[in-house]
């Protein structure tokens, strides 16, 4: 269920879900970056707010003489907590065997893209707030897949392009090193035959 709106939410498939992560994102990012509130300022506001609603709820409920409010369903269950602490685990040993995957198994394209990304991610970070290079994920993880899916046959074919494109100048560079090597090679076997004289 989790994987179903995971996909949902990044296909844009759920739009009202997805406009309320991005204008979430969009207004925490404003109010901890433009306004400068640190994390604990806004987390206590929040918590503030929830507080005196459910105060005024409550009390509401007590002016009109109502059945007062039952909060026994707002506790975790077990097997919630046990669902999510498994799909995390999931999803950690999903990380730590695509690492290996990558460093041991692949090809070397590959591994070179994957480091120069993470490469690319660390100076990125160097000049960036974390709390911008969050938000500018949610705002990509949101929006580059939905670009992809409609265009994948292109990508497809650039990417196809590119792969050729890099192996064939790959084996010009391999025959050049090769070509210098036996050619430095010979220059120290006619060195040693000459010495040998």
Request: charged letters at 25%; one cysteine or more.
């Amino acid at each position: 269920m989790a994987d179903n709106l995971v996909t949902d939410v990044v296909l844009w498939r759920r739009k009202q879900l997805n406009l309320t992560i991005l204008l979430a994102a969009t207004a925490t990012w404003i109010v901890m970056e433009v306004y400068q509130y640190n994390f604990i300022t806004l987390l206590s506001w929040v918590a503030m707010a929830i507080v005196a609603c459910l105060f005024f709820w409550g009390s509401i409920h007590r002016l009109l003489k109502k059945e007062a409010p039952d909060l026994s369903e707002l506790e975790v269950s077990e097997e919630t907590t046990m669902e999510h602490a498994n799909m995390f685990r999931q999803w950690a040993e999903e990380g730590i065997r695509l690492v290996f995957h990558v460093s041991a198994e692949r090809e070397w394209f590959v591994f070179a893209g994957v480091v120069a990304l993470l490469f690319l991610i660390s100076e990125a970070a160097r000049h960036i707030h974390f709390l911008t290079l969050c938000y500018i994920g949610v705002v990509g993880g949101m929006t580059i897949p939905v670009i992809y899916v409609k265009n994948e046959h292109k990508m497809t074919e650039f990417g196809e392009k590119l792969r050729f494109k890099s192996q064939r100048l790959w084996s010009i560079i391999k025959e050049k090193f090769q070509k210098m090597k036996n050619k430095i090679a010979g220059q120290k076997k006619e060195i040693k035959e000459k010495k040998q004289e």
